[in-house]
């Protein structure tokens, strides 16, 4: 999957892989092909066709208002928008200082080349990390798991926490995040 993503970046129409070569999984994927190796006519090689999806949504640190953004750690983010047609970035932060790639020790730089709509949307992450900022918010996602087992329940859950609330700050008020005692918990 990832080699069909930077493939998918590269602009390139597929990318050979190893290791699936007589696995079922080439009976179920028509992205998958077994061609010729034209280099060594006597191999077989499975080929796959890139991913460019129609959007990428990443969750930032921080962001300036030109698109550079810093997502936390070190992943692969640039190759997935660079794959992505459209590249959407929530960020905890919006600077007006322009971000370089030097302002990303430990962290993923993306180019305001490969983005193309920034939101300020702070606790955006929520309710998983977002690097040091934040914790997991472990009580929240027991509750979503519990929840993700039965279908009646499940809907109750989407009811409440994402079709019940007007936009993004009423669903922090919900979960308790901007309860001051509540994000004390999460090691805000």
Known sequence: MNSMVQAGSMGVPFVAVRGLMGTDILKNRPDLQVITNPFHPEEKVVVAQPIRPDVAVFHALKADRWGNTLTPGLRDDLMMARAARRVVVTAEEIRDKELTIRDGVDNTFLPAIDVDVVVHVPWGAHPCACGLLYNLDDAHLREYI???????????????????????????QRVGVINPLRAKKINV
């Open 146 to 172: 519990e929840a993700a087992q039965e279908e009646k329940k499940f809907k109750n859950y989407l009811e409440r926490y994402v079709g019940g609330v007007k936009n993004h700050q009423e669903y922090l």
